[in-house]
Every structure is written in C-alpha cells, then in structure tokens.
C-alpha cells in the first residue's frame, strides 16, 4: 500500500513538472512568435524580455541583433537607454528617499526648495509627480538656443572644445559648462496651466538633480549610487555608462539627423538630458534587464534588499498609489499606474495587471512593471528608436502588452495545474 502511494505521488509529482513544462513551452513560443513579427516589421532591430515571481527570474531571453545590419547579436546582459523609465527609477527613488527623511512635505511647493522658478515654483510635489499640477509637456532646449540664422546662442553649445565648452554632446558639438542654468530659466519662463488636471511634463524631473544636491550636499548620480544601486549591487545601472562600458555591451538608439548629427551610442538619446552633462532624473539610465529587474524586486519586497532597507513599505505604498482618481488622473507619485479603464490599444501593459500594479514605459521603447498581486516583475528593453523615432511600430502592434499578457496566462496555467 506504501508503494502505491509513494508511486501515485511520483506520478502525480511528474505530471506537474510536465504540465508546468508544457505551459512554459507554449509561453515561450507565443512570446518567440511575437518577437519575431515584431522585428519583420521593423518594431526595433532586437530586444530582451525578462520576468520575475517571488524573487527568482523564470524567464530571461534575448531576440535579433542592436541594429538591422545583423551584425551583434543580442546578448541578456546587453545594456539599453531606459529613456523615461528613469522617472522612476532615478528621479522618484532619490526624491522617495528624500521624503521618507523628512526633507519635505508632498504639499510643499516646489519653490521653497528649488529657488528662481516663478510660477513653476508654486506646484507642489505631489501635483509635479502626479503631473497634475499644470506644467508644460516638454521644451525642446536645442531649439529654444538658435538664432533665426540657424547658429547657437552665446555661452550655449560651440563646434570646438574648450575649458569653457567641456562637455562633448557630438563628435562637433560642445555644451557649456553652465548649460544647467539655461534650462531653469526656460523652465521658469514655461507656461503653467490653471487647470488642475492630468498633463504629462517632464519639466520637474530636470530639476530633481538641483534639487538633491541643494538638500543633501551630494550629486544625484552619488546620491543614488549610495543609497540604492551600489547596496543592490547593481553595476549597469547607470549614468553616461561609456565611463564604465564599452560600445560592445552597450545598445545603440537613433540616428540623429536634426541635432547631433551622428549615431547615438552609449550617450543618452534624449536632447534635454544630454544637454544636462547625461545625468537627470527625467531620462539619462541605462541598465541591463537583470539590474533594473532589482529595483522592481526592491520595491515589491516592501523596500528590503537581503538584510538591507533601502525604503519603508508605508512610502512605497504611498508612491505608488493613484493620487487623483477623481480628475480622471491613475498615476501615482511618479510611477505610472494601469488605465483607470482599461483599454487595449492605449494600454502599455496586459489586462491582467493588478490595480495596485506600476511601473513605467520609455520613449526607447523600454519597460518596466511590477505587480504586488502576482509579486511579478516585468522588464522589457529594446531601441524601438533606432534607425528613427518615427518607427513606431511597437505601439501599432502591441508588442509590450502582448508579451506581458502572456506572462500571465502562464501563471494561470500552472496555478490551474496543481
């Protein structure tokens, strides 16, 4: 009878191991499929998809090659331009950190710690994170610094390098050492609407770096290297990541033809961040899948990393939760949150995410996204950009919430299996 019963478990054991066999198998082809099409219609030249439950990775893989001439392949470890997905994952954690030692107050405004920003000033922290507080969408600084000839305006960008033009934006273009003041000032000039609803800006964002070093006396890469990704031991993710990286590992974004005038590579492809020396906290990381994948991990781990705390579980509560769901707004403090209705094409993540889920989507073509409910993570990083901005592609296809949405049938599967 023992026997029996050992070999109806041995069995029954079996049948699980390849049940949960064959779903993984049919997630990966779906996933493979989606892939696939997606690079035939030139969605991006190659990308890699990671997701994650209950602190261990269960699925990692890369697809196709850094640009269309097939020439390097893909690797997991490749490192990506996170585009906005920095919003989050620098710019809200330093300002996360900030808050939970008590440097301010969510209602505060903005002006009483970052000065000479006139009506910009007024917005609150919680309306700026929320991007609820009527800022302007964006500015595009190069444009903003010509001259009707078509030439820079004085102390702004020089075709020669000096102690006075240091930073090289191009192979021919190099940015004043005060640049930064520049663009406050068109921060301060830009228009504030007196409606108090949902309009996207990165506008606050750029100022986050001004604003830690003002409040701690350290730099916003040193700030959270210390605080964050020196603990995880997370070594891609990084600013201007050519200081640490070479070409090989790192993947191209676009073809610049109306500013830089060069391919874009290991240099950060937003104009705004390059024009901030690469380091801002609206865009400017890059990081493989696995290192960003810790952050995400982190914060659904109620702000542990092994022994360490690195945030409190009532901060990260409160951050990423919806903050005026009343104005037709889901976003929480920074982090973007699932539709309040949820719509197939205007979604970048799947169905299935819980409301409490967040995350946040890159102009590169980037992702990433946590769900408490499932205790998922999902990472997607590609250069959807590349040769152009104007391959759009992945929106038209899909291709994000698709491959999400697959991650979570498998669970369903393998849950139903046992």
């Known amino acids: 009878m023992l026997k029996l019963r050992h070999t109806l478990f041995t069995l029954f054991f079996l049948a699980i191991v390849f049940g949960h066999a064959q779903a993984f198998e049919k997630m990966r082809n779906n996933i493979d499929s989606v892939v696939s099409n997606a690079i035939q219609a030139q969605a991006f030249p190659g990308c890699v998809v990671l997701a994650s439950k209950d602190d261990s990775v269960f699925f990692i893989r890369s697809y196709g090659y850094h640009t269309y001439d097939s020439m390097r392949r893909v690797a997991v470890n490749d490192i990506y331009d996170l585009a906005s997905v920095t919003k989050v994952v620098g710019g809200t954690l330093a300002v996360m950190k900030l808050y939970e030692n008590g440097y301010f107050n969510l209602d505060d405004p903005i002006g009483e710690y970052v000065d000479k920003l006139g009506k910009v000033g007024d917005v609150t922290f919680r ?3 929320a991007h609820q507080g009527g800022l302007y969408p964006w500015i595009p600084y190069y444009k903003e610094i010509k001259k009707k000839n078509g030439k820079f305006k004085n102390n702004t960008i020089s075709a020669t390098r000096d102690s006075e033009y240091n930073f090289a934006l191009s192979d021919s273009l190099f940015l004043h050492k005060d640049f930064y003041n520049r663009i406050k000032n068109m921060i301060r000039k830009s228009k504030v609407s007196d409606q108090k609803k949902y309009r996207y800006s990165g506008l606050f964002f750029y100022l986050i770096p001004e604003l830690v070093e003002n409040l701690t006396d350290t730099t916003f890469n040193d700030y959270l290297s210390h605080n964050f990704f020196r603990p995880m031991n997370a070594k891609t993710l990084t600013f201007n990541p050519l200081d640490s990286f070479s070409t090989h590992q790192i993947v191209p974004t676009e073809i610049d033809t109306f500013f830089r005038m060069q391919p874009i590579h290991g240099m950060v492809h937003d104009e705004g961040a390059i024009m901030m020396k690469g380091v801002s906290g609206n865009a400017g990381l890059f990081s493989n899948a696995e290192d960003l994948s810790k952050i995400f991990r982190m914060l659904l781990n109620e702000g542990e990393v092994d022994t360490l705390r690195l945030l409190s579980k009532q901060t990260i509560r409160l ?14 403090l920074g982090f973007d949150k699932p539709l309040l209705e949820y719509d197939s094409i205007a979604s970048s993540v799947a169905k299935d995410v819980g409301f409490d889920s967040y995350g946040h989507t890159g102009y590169t073509g ?33 291709v994000r919430p698709t491959i999400h949405q697959f991650f979570y049938d498998y669970l369903k599967e393998i849950e139903s299996k046992e």
Do not use: K
Not at 322 to 332: A, K, L, S
Not at 368 to 388: C, G, H, K, Q, Y
């Open 127 to 129: 309306e700026a994170l």
């Open 319 to 332: 951050f990423t939760s919806t903050q005026y769901p009343n104005n037709d707004n889901r976003r929480g």
């Open 366 to 398: 980037t992702l990433a996204w946590a769900d408490p409910e499932e205790d998922m993570v999902f990472i997607f990083l590609t250069n959807r950009v590349f040769p152009s901005r104007t391959y759009r592609s992945i929106y038209q296809l899909n």
